[in-house]
């Protein structure tokens, strides 16, 4: 007579759909709770509050270098580089370009002043955005603002912030973000903090020079969070300005997606109940129209009490935006 030890018994096929009905409801409140903390926090030891109401006197020594990168997938970059070229880099004391497209480059680098790169990395990458920095910064310059094809800076906003900072000494500018979650704890030795390169960076000559020495295998390989690790492994100021309003000046977003998101479902958080400042610095993620349409702004007067006037980044730009074809709600 033989025993069979391994004998299982049945179970009932009801046991089994309620018990996978309860652990499919676990596993989904769990990610609806994590989708629920999904989201950046300001870092309020690098938090600047720049004033506007007081009188500001300007430097007339003043000089910023513009760095711009156009990838290699840019739709239309001729158009991309037309606006540049109509809009803020007049105001720059120095306009250097980037790319990594060989037709691009070959078409435009007798009328700017470009490099190539030949490498199929884009800026997003620590190592490529290092070099960029390092090289554009052989010739010194007090302030240098690093942006991409879809970044529009509004240069005499950023000359206001930067009368508050000493040039000579290691600061980086930019919009800065803790990104930790729920999942953060599995990974303690990672960094979940970030200095948006979207949005553009603007750093002293003495901080791209601490930086070009951030190399490493301990070091992360996106920019934005290589970029905060170094900063701080190096000593060098990290700044996130805000206005009077509590408004951030360097935004990773164009101003349409924060006033008004495109989508109920799938959309990108308004910030401030979908207000921006009217003293904003930077903007990310813009097409060639959103570009034109800031810089149309800027070249309009507001005319106030007895005849007063003053330029028009002092308008909210929900009213130059609103304009904008590509705008919706």
């Not at 990610?31 to 300001?42: Q, R, S």
């Not at 953060?184 to 601490?210: E, H, M, Q, T």
């Not at 492994?233 to 990290?238: G, N």
């Not at 700044?239 to 495109?262: C, G, M, S, T």
Request: proline fraction near 5%; charged fraction near 20%; glycine fraction near 4%.
């Amino acid at each position: 007579m033989s025993i069979n030890i391994f004998k299982s018994r049945i179970r009932s096929p009801k046991l089994d759909i309620l018990t996978h009905l309860a652990f499919g409801c676990a596993i989904g409140y769990l990610i609806g709770i994590v989708i629920l903390f999904d989201e950046d926090y300001d870092i309020s030891k690098h938090i600047h509050l720049v004033e506007h109401e007081k009188p500001i006197q300007k430097s007339d020594s003043f000089n910023i270098r513009c760095v711009i990168i156009i990838h290699k997938a840019t739709h239309k970059p001729e158009k991309i580089i037309s606006a540049f070229d109509d809009g803020y880099t007049k105001l720059c004391q120095e306009t250097i370009y980037f790319t990594n497209n060989q037709k691009f480059f070959d078409k435009f680098q007798k009328n700017f002043t470009m490099y190539f790169v030949d490498s199929n990395l884009n800026h997003f990458y620590w190592s490529f955005y290092q070099y960029v920095m390092e090289f554009s910064s052989k010739v010194p310059s007090q302030w240098t603002f690093i942006g991409d094809d879809q970044t529009y800076l509004i240069v005499p906003n950023l000359q206001n912030v930067l009368t508050g900072f000493d040039s000579d000494k290691p600061v980086v500018l930019g919009k800065v973000r803790d990104t930790s979650n729920l999942f953060s704890w599995l990974f303690p030795f990672s960094n979940f903090k970030k200095i948006s390169v979207r949005g553009g960076v603007v750093l002293s000559n003495s901080a791209i020079d601490r930086l070009s020495a951030c190399k490493g295998f301990f070091f992360a390989r996106a920019s934005d969070y290589a970029l905060y690790d170094c900063s701080e492994e190096y000593d060098v100021q990290i700044v996130d300005p805000f206005d009077e309003d509590a408004l951030r000046l360097f935004n990773d977003l164009p101003p349409k997606q924060i006033i008004a998101p495109d989508s109920n479902l799938f959309r990108s958080r308004p910030t401030k109940s979908g207000k921006c400042s009217d003293h904003a610095v930077s903007f990310g993620q813009l097409s060639e129209k959103d570009m034109r349409v800031l810089e149309y702004g800027m070249s309009l007067k507001v005319f106030g009490r007895g005849g007063l006037c003053c330029p028009v980044p002092t308008v909210p730009l929900i009213h130059l935006i609103a304009r904008s074809p590509d705008f919706r709600i």
